[in-house]
């Protein structure tokens, strides 16, 4: 069974430049996440996809950050304009549905540098 | 607000030696707990996991994790480490309802040869 899969692997650019990251989760996972983790910290949940319908973006700055899932699959995650503070790598986990129960699987992440 | 601690930041301990992983929650009902490892280069995998019942959970790679709800803690442990376990180790809090995770800042694994 192939995993969650995320692209690109690495992307620099400069501040106030635009980027995007791509997942694509596992197969029959109705249940997608973006997390964001800073060098030396934990990964923070920044939204949360039940099929296409958000769930949580509490977390998301959305100033600068959206999201979106189409047709409840694939995701793409923008960023723009980009800070220097938002260098990290940004986590896709997918999961059967949602709920504390159904284990959530991680993509490799995308590692993020803003210069 | 739901939180984790790990209060031990970096751990550095000799091959063959045992391994314990200190977490504590914030109080809350039937709290959903996880222990995850991430390994340079790689992405996270799930070792364990608690949600009701026995209070002393076996994960793969030989790890188990004992639940003390008297305690709010939720160590994880090994009798004898390899050096292929050096990593960053997570622990997590679940929401039951949505499956929001909540992840400590980690803790460090070096092995000593």
């Known amino acids: 069974e192939a995993g969650v899969a995320q692209s690109p692997r690495y992307k620099i650019i400069e501040k106030r430049q635009s980027v995007a990251f791509w997942c694509n989760p596992i197969?029959?996972?109705?249940?997608l996440y973006w997390y964001q983790q800073i060098l030396g910290q934990g990964p923070k949940l920044l939204i949360q996809?039940?099929?296409?319908?958000?769930?949580?973006d509490s977390q998301l700055p959305k100033d600068r950050f959206s999201a979106e899932r189409l047709k409840g699959v694939d995701s793409t995650l923008k960023i723009q304009p980009a800070k220097l503070e938002d260098s990290a790598v940004y986590l896709c986990?997918?999961?059967?549905?949602?709920?504390?129960?159904?284990?959530?699987?991680f993509g490799p992440g995308t590692r993020l540098t803003v210069l | 607000a739901q939180s984790v601690t790990q209060p031990d930041i970096h751990i550095t301990v000799s091959e063959g030696a045992s391994l314990e992983l200190r977490c504590n929650y914030s109080?809350?009902?039937?709290?959903?707990l996880f222990w995850y490892v991430q390994s340079p280069g790689q992405g996270l995998q799930l070792l364990l996991k608690?949600?009701?019942?026995?209070?002393l959970v076996q994960g793969i790679k030989g790890f188990e994790a004992e639940f003390k709800r008297s305690q709010s803690s939720f160590n994880l442990r090994k009798p004898s480490v390899h050096w292929s376990d050096a990593a960053e180790y997570f622990c997590?809090?679940?929401?039951?309802?949505?499956?929001?995770?909540?992840f400590g800042q980690g803790t460090t694994l070096q092995v000593k040869p």
């Open positions: 109080y809350g009902a039937t709290p959903y």
């Open positions: 996809f039940q099929n296409n319908g958000v769930v949580d």
């Open positions: 197969s029959g996972h109705a249940t």
């Open positions: 997590v809090r679940g929401s039951s309802n949505t499956g929001k995770l909540i």
């Open positions: 986990a997918s999961s059967v549905l949602a709920g504390g129960k159904n284990e959530q699987f």
């Open positions: 608690y949600f009701s019942g026995d209070t």
